[in-house]
């Protein structure tokens, strides 16, 4: 369980970042807001929701997972986050993100000077390249080689592999979509329509269970 719940909060963690395609208002349907719901072999056990907001130039993006994990109707597991933004065109400019994974609470906030980042992680202040959080949203992921995890401030590698076309559901109804791999702490399988929108997220889990984040 406690591998699973890792695994889990690498997903929760790392699958719903900021995207420089709300810049240009690239949400499914030119929404403003969209949500996903989180399921473990077939059974929800969370939730995870985007809000943009645009003023002049710039662009305010609000996210927020949630997590509970139960077994036998004791709660086991919980996990929450909740982030925000702040984006001038496609470069970030800031971020606030605060986590709690079932009690330990980290905050991290990052700032962007020139090329570099000032990143405070619970009271502590480094400095780093500038890059963006992991952005599944956003196809521009797929050209990244290292990303900000804004769990625990800290850089991370990333590499991808396209796995070509295939047919989905998504809402109810079959689509073609383009699948690629994504890894970074872990290996996540990535599901994006013709107009380059995120459909799917799965990961599988070292207990053998499948976690889904479908667009609801």
Not at 90 to 111: F, H, P, Q
Not at 152 to 158: A, F, H, S
Not at 179 to 208: A, C, F, M, N, P
């Amino acid at each position: 369980m406690c591998k699973f719940l890792t695994l889990l909060l690498a997903v929760a963690a790392l699958a719903f970042g900021p995207y420089t395609a709300l810049a240009q208002g690239q949400l499914p349907g030119g929404a403003t807001a969209a949500s996903f719901a989180i399921i473990r072999n077939g059974e929800q056990i969370g939730t995870s929701t985007v809000r943009v907001q645009h003023s002049g130039g710039e662009t305010t993006v609000e996210t927020a997972t949630d997590i509970r994990v139960t077994i036998a109707y004791i709660t086991v597991y919980r996990f929450a986050k909740r982030q925000t933004e702040q984006w001038v065109g496609s470069r970030l400019a800031g971020l606030s993100a605060v986590t709690d994974d079932n009690g330990k609470m980290s905050r991290v906030i990052a700032t962007r000077y020139a090329d570099r980042l000032s990143v405070n992680v619970n009271g502590r202040i480094g400095d780093i390249e500038a890059v963006s959080p992991v952005n599944l949203w956003d196809t521009s992921v797929l050209r990244l080689t290292r990303a900000l995890n804004t769990t625990d401030g800290t850089l991370i590698p990333v590499s991808v592999m396209d796995r070509g076309m295939e047919q989905i559901v998504a809402r109810g109804r079959s689509v073609a979509a383009h699948r690629y791999s994504i890894k970074t702490t872990d290996v996540q399988d990535v599901w994006y329509d013709g107009q380059q929108h995120l459909l799917k997220v799965e990961l599988r889990g070292s207990d053998g269970s499948t976690i889904v984040h479908e667009l609801s």
